[in-house]
Structure formats: structure tokens, C-alpha cells
């Protein structure tokens, strides 16, 4: 078991001069790159990707990332400063939407496959259960019981660098997910014990994947 590591305070950060005295000054171009609404190439971005990421925050200040996907275009733009995004059936816990409730400040993180550029919109947030708001994102007959909407603060595309080094979406990168045990035998190792019995694991495990097919949407 590894012990805690013990930071050496003399070399920790403490303050934005001081931040800010170990980089060489901000671009002109990375601060005027900054949109206070979307454009036609932010609007591009967003009806181009199936994947973002949300970040939200607790009422006690613990901060929260959660990913959201579904087919290309599931985020609607209602306009130039509002996206709304579908809220699918999940685990129910209800991070983000109860970390809106009490914070509505809210950053995204949209991703498109094969792009290395990412974009990152930062704004405000409300949920919705207005069925004709809704009814836009109808998947498979079913409606979200409720739709986060965002008013855009700022937008802006992100740079490829920490996906160029990360090698995301190279395929020689793809590692094989059965190197680690199942997501259901992670939380039972986790928590009460997962079952010695191999078939009995198997078991659990096709259950997951039956679930997944029955609540999709």
C-alpha cells in the first residue's frame, strides 16, 4: 500500500504573480481568440461531435466532470448564446444536475473523432423539462425527462497539443479493455466483494450489458 505523499511547501504555487512568472507572457491570439457567442465554425464544432465533457460544482466547492454522448449533433443550438443538451438515462446519482441547482456555472468540453482540436465553451445553466424543448431530441421514440440549457459566456477552440501528445485517437494508441476487470467487478472489489465464482462474474457482467441495450435511451 503506498504511503501519502508529503508535499514540500516551499515549492508549491500559491499565487497568480507567482503562477504566472514561470510562463513566457500569453499570445495576443490566445486571449482575442476568446467569442463571447457562437460563430458559424463554433456552431460547426458542436453539430459535428458526438462526445463533451460538462464540468460542474457541488454547493461545498468540490468540482465535478461528467461526459455526455450520443449521435452527431445531440447538442442543439437554439441560438447564437444557447445550447441545450439532452439529459439520457443514467445511474441517476445526478451530479451535475444537482451541482446546477446550487451553482449554475457550468464548462464544456466538446470533442469530434479524428479532430485534435477540441472546443471549450464556459457559461451559465438552467434545467428544463419543457416538453416542446424536449420533443428536439426524440431519440428512438423516447424524450429526455429533462434538458440542461447553457447561455454561452465565452467559446473558443482549444489547441491539438495535449491530444497530439496524448495520441487519442491513433489507433496503434487502442489498448485492450480486458487488461482490467469489468466495470461491475471494479465497484464490487470497491465495495461489498465480487464473487470468486468466474461464472457467476460473467453473469453479472452480461447483466450490465443487457442493461445497456434496454436503457440506452
Request: charged letters at 25%; glycine letters at 4%; one cysteine or more.
Amino acid at each position: 500500500m503506498a504511503h501519502e505523499t508529503q508535499l514540500k511547501p516551499e515549492f508549491l504555487v500559491k499565487d497568480e504573480e507567482a503562477l504566472r512568472s514561470l510562463f513566457p507572457q500569453t499570445h495576443s491570439l490566445a486571449i482575442q481568440k476568446c467569442q463571447t457567442r457562437l460563430d458559424k465554425h463554433a456552431m460547426d464544432f458542436v453539430a459535428r461531435s458526438p462526445f463533451l465533457c460538462i464540468g460542474t460544482q457541488s454547493p461545498d466547492g468540490l468540482a465535478d466532470v461528467s461526459p455526455r454522448g450520443d449521435p452527431c449533433g445531440f447538442v442543439k443550438i437554439l441560438d447564437d448564446k444557447t445550447l441545450l443538451i439532452p439529459d439520457r438515462p443514467g445511474n441517476n446519482r445526478l451530479d451535475s444536475q444537482t451541482n446546477l441547482l446550487a451553482n449554475p456555472a457550468v464548462g464544456l468540453l466538446f470533442m469530434i473523432p479524428g479532430f485534435d482540436d477540441t472546443m471549450r465553451v464556459n457559461g451559465t445553466a438552467q434545467i428544463t423539462r419543457d416538453p416542446e424543448l424536449l420533443a428536439l431530441m426524440e431519440m428512438k421514440g423516447r424524450m429526455p425527462v429533462i434538458a440542461i440549457i447553457v447561455t454561452v459566456a465565452e467559446v473558443f477552440i482549444h489547441c491539438a497539443k495535449a491530444f497530439r501528445r496524448s495520441k487519442l485517437w491513433d489507433p496503434t494508441q487502442l489498448q485492450d479493455r480486458n487488461e482490467m476487470p469489468s466495470l461491475p467487478q471494479i465497484i464490487l472489489d470497491q465495495t461489498s466483494g465480487a464473487p470468486e465464482d468466474p461464472e457467476a462474474m460473467k453473469k453479472i457482467d452480461a447483466d450490465l450489458e443487457d442493461e445497456y441495450r434496454k436503457t440506452m435511451y
